[in-house]
């Protein structure tokens, strides 16, 4: 069995609740008795929280009337090929490096 991962649909779901800016959420968690600065809730939406308190989830389902497989979605992870730091900040693959295309080092002998 692959190892569990998951994907985080906040966003996606706030979107089909008509709410499309982050700060939205301010005073609905307000009302449930949460405090959370703007940045930890721009934060809470546009990335994928690794820790996430049980109140905080339990608020957005009430504030978003979803469940919690609305928001999170399990996945098996995917064993990524580490790419060379050259290829990654072009966003392309190892392949498409010139690396692949070097030719191999002449051996001279005399």
């Known amino acids: 069995m692959g190892k569990l991962d998951y ?21 609905l968690l307000k009302e449930r008795g949460i405090t959370l600065s703007t940045s930890q809730v721009y934060r809470l939406v546009v ?34 090929a580490r790419k060379p730091k050259a290829a990654q900040a072009r966003g392309g693959s190892a392949d498409d490096t010139l690396g692949g295309l070097r030719p191999r080092r002449a051996r001279i002998t005399g």
């Open 47 to 80: 990335e994928r929280p690794e820790r996430l308190s049980l109140k905080i989830l339990m608020a957005l389902l009430d504030i978003l009337d979803c469940t919690m497989n609305d928001l999170i979605e399990p996945v098996t992870a995917q064993a990524t």
């Open 7 to 27: 994907r985080w649909h906040l966003r996606r779901v706030m979107a089909e609740r008509g709410m499309f800016s982050t700060t939205d959420l301010l005073p």
